[in-house]
């Protein structure tokens, strides 16, 4: 009995105790802070009919991507602009620049140019201050640092900056006399960011069949200039488009892949390089055979999701890789395993007429895809297993989605 009373001290002891350290942890305690819930919408930009150019872009702001169905043409809230866009790029969750080519433009007849624009206070997009641009003929366009761009086969570099509710555009020569081949400068065909002011740009040279990066500044100034050849040049095209086929991952490594097509005639097979974080050359020991693994096929256009897991679009023939050959299949790839899985739930590739600008956000991808027949849609993509869900959808077929981007509040 005497041991069981002791037990009932101690116990009520330790109690007591508890009891005075919770009580002045919260008297003496700052609160805590809740965690900061990021506010951001999502933005549809879409084309009436068979999005043709020079018909206009409209842009419809929505809460989410995963679900939900409306019209964008005749919504009261969408926004009309006046311009096609061939490529759109988002900068920084904060700028949006739409280009803008010869064949359909609202600019002048004959001229390239482009728009941009911002999230508005009423949950809209508005066109920036120095909107818009008449630039002239570019090929790729992207992003790095704050800039936008749209490089020309030429000398020529149009860097777009916001500034506040204004954007302003500077034209930046490259000097590409310094680093000729064979008496032939280079063209870029792809830009991307390692941070800390230095971007890997893909070189395209007309005689050289290697791949060659160009590791420069932002300033665009060049540093210097690297190949391998174990693939061809890095860049796809559709007609007088050019898309980037260069890309770094989370971990900082550059990934430069080569789809090998695009009227490419090389007899090297579609793949892709690793130039390793914090070094300036290929690894020599990284080489991953996309083209075999894919069964035979070459591909167009590449874009990052997550990690190292990338989508591809590949062309719909084993022979047929042209710059104006149909591309609507679609790959995930993981770089450092060297998985691939063709994505699953979404239409066959015979029944697809074409994608917009897809938006990776928080891990997935949302890729748009407008059908041969049918409503468009947005197909999201978990990329561990290759597989689609679909999420939002257009409610009706006389509309394509040209683009999907996510804007910061």
Request: aromatic share 12%; charged share 20%; proline share 3%.
């Amino acid at each position: 009995m005497r041991k069981t009373n002791i037990i009932q001290k101690v116990i009520l002891s330790v109690l007591v105790s508890y009891m005075a350290i919770s009580c002045s942890s919260d008297d003496n305690d700052d609160p805590v802070e809740p965690p900061v819930v990021e506010k951001g919408k999502f933005v549809i930009s879409a084309a009436p009919g068979t999005g043709k150019l020079g018909v206009g872009t409209y842009f419809l702001t929505v809460d989410q991507l995963d679900s939900g169905t409306d019209g964008i043409v005749d919504n009261a809230n969408a926004v009309k602009t006046t311009s096609s866009f061939t490529q759109i790029v988002v900068n920084n969750s904060k700028t949006l620049m739409g280009f803008i080519y010869p064949n359909g433009s609202d600019l002048g007849q004959g001229k390239s140019g482009a728009r941009a624009f911002k999230f508005g206070d009423d949950n809209k997009m508005q066109e920036l201050q120095g909107s818009p641009f008449i630039t002239g003929r570019f090929s790729v366009t992207g992003n790095f640092g704050n800039y936008i761009f749209a490089m020309s086969n030429k000398d020529n570099s149009y860097l777009f900056e916001k500034s506040g509710d204004n954007i302003n555009m500077v034209d930046k020569p490259i000097d590409f006399a310094s680093h000729m081949i064979n008496d032939k400068k280079a063209t870029i065909t792809g830009i991307a960011d390692r941070g800390n002011n230095e971007i890997i740009a893909a070189f395209k040279y007309a005689s050289l069949d290697n791949v060659a990066v160009a590791i420069m500044d932002y300033d665009l100034n060049i540093k210097s200039v690297i190949q391998d050849s174990r693939i061809s040049f890095s860049g796809g095209q559709w007609r007088g488009a050019v898309y980037s086929q260069i890309s770094t991952d989370n971990s900082g490594n550059v990934y430069v892949f080569s789809g090998a097509g695009s009227g490419n005639s090389t007899q090297k097979k579609a793949g892709a390089l690793r130039i390793n974080k914090g070094t300036s050359e290929f690894d020599n020991k990284y080489y991953f055979d996309i083209e075999t693994a894919s069964g035979g096929y070459k591909f167009r256009k590449v874009f990052p999701i997550t990690e190292d897991y990338y989508l591809l679009e590949f062309y719909n023939d084993l022979t047929n890789s042209g710059n104006t050959s149909s591309a609507t299949r679609y790959a995930v790839i993981k770089m450092g395993t060297k998985d691939f899985k063709w994505v699953q739930g979404i239409p066959d590739y015979s029944q697809i007429s074409s994608n917009g600008w897809p938006l990776a956000y928080k891990g997935k991808m949302y890729l748009p895809l407008n059908p041969v027949s049918g409503n468009s849609a947005v197909y999201v993509i978990d990329p561990a297993s290759g597989n689609a869900t679909k999420g939002f959808e257009v409610n009706n077929d006389k509309e394509q989605i040209r683009a999907v981007s996510y804007f910061k509040n």
